[in-house]
Every structure is written in C-alpha cells, then in structure tokens.
C-alpha cells in the first residue's frame, strides 16, 4: 500500500503563497488520478485539485484560479501551488489518490491570517 507525506504548510498572510508537496513511499506511475484535499475545522473533506497521469487537471471552483496541481512521477511526488491565499482556504490539506483511496497521511496545516 501506498504511503503519503504531505508538507509545506504553514502560516501565511492573505495574498500569500505556498507550495505543498506530497510524496509517496510507492510508486504513484500505475495511480492514474491523484488529488488534494482539505478540510477545515467542522466542515467535511473536500477534494480542491485532482490531476491525472496525463496531466489533466480540475479545480474547485472555490480556488481556480489560484491554486495550480502538478506532479512528478519520477519522484513520487505531487505538487500544490497556492497562490492569493485567503483565510477561508485555512484547513489541514492531504493528498490521496482519487480512487480507491490509500491510507489518509496527517496532512499538513495551512493557516492564512493577518
């Protein structure tokens, strides 16, 4: 199974940005569709960014605009840049595969505050 290690996060000024990584202690080659998630305090997960091996991508429409997913299949890696942050993007953000999910990480907690 899968492993996943998310980090990047920190706090941050709105307008601010940031870059999360994830990285996988597995291959992430045969997982077609990897995504980021959040969750903030009360509220549900919610899946912001997804990318597929072809790099294909789609967004919430809450952070289109401002958040870009990539990913390094080489490196086992994905990417969120998060740029023009605001407070209501705070949440703890965690990466999984789309489908057939892996074993959720801790995540890493983005705070956007003045």
């Known amino acids: 199974q899968v492993q996943l290690v998310e980090s990047g996060g920190g706090l941050v000024q709105p307008g601010g940005s940031l870059r999360l990584s994830c990285v996988a202690s597995?291959?992430?080659?045969?997982?077609?569709?990897m995504g980021w998630y959040r969750q903030a305090p009360g509220k549900q997960r919610e899946l912001v960014a997804d990318?597929?091996?072809?790099?294909?991508?789609n967004y919430a429409d809450s952070v289109k605009g401002r958040f870009t997913i990539s990913r390094d299949n080489a490196k086992n890696t994905v990417y969120l840049q998060m740029n023009s942050l605001k407070p209501e993007d705070t949440a703890v953000y965690y990466c999984?595969?789309?489908?057939?999910?892996?074993?959720w990480g801790q995540g890493t907690l983005v705070t956007v505050s003045s």
């Open positions: 990318i597929t091996n072809r790099g294909s991508t």
């Open positions: 999984n595969r789309v489908y057939n999910q892996a074993a």
């Open positions: 597995g291959s992430i080659f045969d997982i077609i569709v």
